[in-house]
């Protein structure tokens, strides 16, 4: 059984940090590229950042880029999102996938991120 648990999420002020964590089980992590997406009520879900399965690369929304970064621990099975400068705009519930090379793809629950003073 494929569970994704995102950990993390709270509220924190503007300007404020918070980091993300994704736990992974029962699928071989280190084969799946992971992702961070978010989602705000009424709007679709957007790719927030992406790191490949070695982790030598990530990739971005231009909204983060600069204040958001992307890591991964194979040996713990776990993917992080580290938020810095956080945005009001930046609220969301944030969601952990793991998209495998024939794009099988795995979903957590979330975790909600509310910026705001």
């Known amino acids: 059984q494929v569970q994704l648990v995102e950990s993390g999420g709270g509220l924190v002020q503007p300007g404020g940090s918070l980091r993300l964590s994704c736990a992974g089980s029962?699928?071989?992590?280190?084969?799946?590229?992971m992702n961070w997406y978010r989602q705000v009520p009424g709007k679709e879900r957007e790719l927030v950042a992406g790191i490949t399965r070695t982790g030598t690369s990530g990739n971005y929304a231009d909204s983060v880029k600069g204040r958001f970064s992307i890591s991964r621990d194979n040996a713990d099975n776990t993917v992080y999102l580290q938020m810095n400068s956080l945005k009001p705009e930046d609220t969301a519930v944030y969601y952990c996938?793991?998209?495998?090379?024939?794009?099988?793809?795995?979903w957590g629950k979330g975790t909600l991120v509310t910026v705001s003073s």
């Open positions: 996938n793991a998209r495998s090379p024939s794009s099988v793809s795995y």
């Open positions: 029962g699928i071989t992590f280190r084969f799946y590229t």
